[in-house]
């Protein structure tokens, strides 16, 4: 989707999102921040931070950046920090995910729920999750991926043309996803109502060069 069509969307969302998705999404957000693991003193960046239901869930002692392109739901965001008091430092910031502004190896970990299907381009989603995250670190995608039985599959090619409507794309491939940006899933786990959602973990590894074989020798 266009990211006019991303802000419209969520707009509409903003007021009524915590009540639609806070409890049937819940718990996706608190396994995934399990899985985290995080530890005193690390640096988490949240991408697609929305209205802030899962910044109570980090534990003291870690730094948290949330970034959305919404600022309709990063006021939420920021109103939860005010009401609630959550317990990590945190930072929000309005960012579109596939251009982040933030430099090289600068979080632990990061982390991106329900946002996968959302963005225009998932591959640039991915490359900037990686770029942003030191090596040897973690990323964790929380996204709904088309389903595999046949008539649920049907179906949901058939709302597909709908996704600028409904926010997100009803047929997003696990499979597509993980060949075009190369992700190696070390983890992958169903969350949620039936399971009907999927939690990855993917180490974030340096990429392999292979050695340019026609290089001449320094001996030759």
Not at 89 to 111: I, N, Q, T, W, Y
Not at 160 to 167: K, W, Y
Not at 182 to 198: K, S
Request: a neutral charge; charged letters at 25%; glycine letters at 8%.
């Amino acid at each position: 989707m266009e990211r006019q069509v991303i802000e419209k969307v969520y707009r509409r969302y903003a007021k009524v999102y915590d009540a639609c998705f806070g409890p049937l999404f819940e718990p996706g957000r608190r396994l995934t921040i399990e899985k985290l693991d995080c530890r005193p003193g690390q640096s988490i960046l949240e991408v697609g931070v929305g209205t802030g239901l899962s910044l109570p869930f980090y534990p003291p002692g870690v730094q948290v950046a949330g970034i959305d392109i919404s600022h309709h739901m990063l006021e939420g965001a920021q109103a939860r920090l005010r009401r609630q008091g959550v317990g990590p430092e945190v930072l929000l910031a309005r960012m579109d995910a596939e251009c982040l502004g933030f430099p090289d190896d600068s979080f632990d970990k990061v982390v991106a729920m329900y946002v996968a299907s959302v963005v225009p381009s998932p591959i640039r989603l991915v490359e900037e999750m990686r770029r942003v995250c030191r090596p040897g670190g973690e990323l964790f995608i929380v996204n709904h991926f088309r389903n595999t039985h046949p008539v649920i599959g049907r179906v949901e090619r058939l709302l597909a043309p709908l996704s600028g409507m409904v926010g997100f794309h009803p047929d997003f491939c696990l499979e597509k996803f993980s060949r075009d940006t190369g992700l190696e899933i070390d983890e992958q786990v169903p969350v949620n109502a039936f399971g009907y959602w999927t939690l990855l973990r993917v180490s974030n590894r340096k990429p392999f060069l292979e050695p340019d074989l026609e290089q001449p020798s320094l001996a030759s």
